[in-house]
């Protein structure tokens, strides 16, 4: 699709991964008359499930990929873990351009990226020997974090050390890593914004986010203080971001808030946990904006459209008494049609609208 080319209802979207966020930006497309094909390499995914058409293949299918992408008229993702190599014949078509996924995927490379813009970041080293990451402990100090510099989320693919000593038991993955020094915050907190073909920009309020074992539990509206005196500075560098990648949809930076101000943590290319709040809580969603501009449409109004809200994820277990909160006044369930409900497994989110936000932590 070429850039400020509008498409017209009728026309077909595709999308590469099948997780819950590629289901609900299908939802999303479909109301607006598109039709949407999904490209997944795992069976029963939940995107497909409201699809209108499916492609199972690898990654590294090419014939699959040219055959996917014939029946195309734009193509997005759902996930940044997208093999950035496959989708060379793609690139005509994709929104955002692969440069987006290709500065995500490493985390290394994400950080100078930002640095380059102005952005503060946590102290860090490259890792790729056990020398490597004596001489990280030995610049950074303990405690720390030991990253996958690539296809880690939700906590997968991190190794907190408290000491030396926690170090000497890490055996390497093998694959080139990062050491993140540990943050003092106060509060973490996401900027998601939409950028449209044109280069207009819009942002939605930033919620709190709370994290349990490096996966998102909640997300609240309004923020503490703390959050909400440092949006603006985290808002202009997520801009330069956008603008640098030349960026079309949805984006997303989360950053924490600390006494020196906001210290960027990462981006995601894509529509964001912290974001589904959004469906109920603002006049357009994450999700129906991102479709509005990969597609070339108008930018929808981003305002916040209640006083207080919260997002709560509904992980694993959780869901088998999911439906119980449908009795709750104000709170909208949305089930992500998953069968398994494994530990720390994202089964689905409620948002409560008008609801107290839970505090958050001393």
């Known amino acids: 699709m070429s850039d400020n080319a509008t498409l017209k209802p009728g026309s077909t979207i595709g999308i590469l991964g099948g997780g819950q966020l590629g289901r609900m930006l299908a939802i999303e497309a479909a109301y607006l008359g598109y039709r949407v094909i999904t490209y997944a390499p795992e069976a029963h995914s939940v995107a497909a499930q409201v699809s209108n058409d499916v492609f199972q293949n690898k990654w590294n299918d090419s014939a699959a990929m040219a055959a996917f992408a014939a029946q195309c008229d734009v193509v997005t ?12 014949p793609l690139e005509s078509l994709l929104a955002p351009h692969p440069r987006a996924l290709e500065t995500a995927q490493d985390r290394l490379a994400e950080k100078r990226f930002v640095e380059q813009l102005g952005g503060r970041t946590a102290p860090y080293a490259s890792v790729e020997t056990t020398a490597d990451l004596d001489a990280a402990i030995d610049r950074i100090g303990a405690p720390g974090i030991l990253k996958t510099r690539r ?10 050390i408290e000491s030396r ?4 038991g890490i055996a390497l993955p093998g694959t080139p890593c990062i050491y993140e020094g540990l943050v003092t ?30 996966i998102l539990t909640r997300s609240t509206l309004p923020p503490c203080k703390a959050v909400a005196d440092q949006v603006e500075a985290a808002r202009e560098l997520a801009r330069q971001v956008a603008d640098a990648l030349e960026y079309t949809g949805v984006l997303t930076a989360e950053f924490f808030a600390t006494a020196d101000g906001p210290v960027f943590n990462e981006i995601a290319p894509r529509v964001h946990n912290s974001g589904h709040w959004t469906i109920e809580g603002a006049v357009t969603s994450q999700f129906a904006n991102h479709i509005r501009a990969i597609c070339g449409l108008p930018l929808g109004d981003t305002t916040t459209t209640a006083p207080q809200i919260e997002m709560e994820n509904i992980i694993g277990k959780a869901a088998g008494t999911a439906t119980d909160l449908l009795a709750e006044s104000g709170a909208h369930l949305h089930l992500y049609g998953k069968t398994k409900a494994r530990k720390g497994r994202k089964m689905g989110h409620v948002t409560r ?10």
């Open 185 to 214: 915050f106060e509060a973490e907190f996401s900027v998601i914004l939409v950028r449209g073909q044109n280069g207009e920009i819009r942002f939605w309020d930033s919620a709190e986010n709370t994290h349990e074992g490096g």
């Open 353 to 362: 609208i008008g609801h107290d936000p839970v505090a958050p932590a001393e």
């Open 165 to 168: 000593h926690d170090a000497d």
């Open 77 to 88: 993702w759902e996930f940044e873990n997208v093999p950035v190599e496959p989708l060379a």
């Open 151 to 160: 296809d880690g989320y939700d906590g997968k693919g991190q190794w907190r």
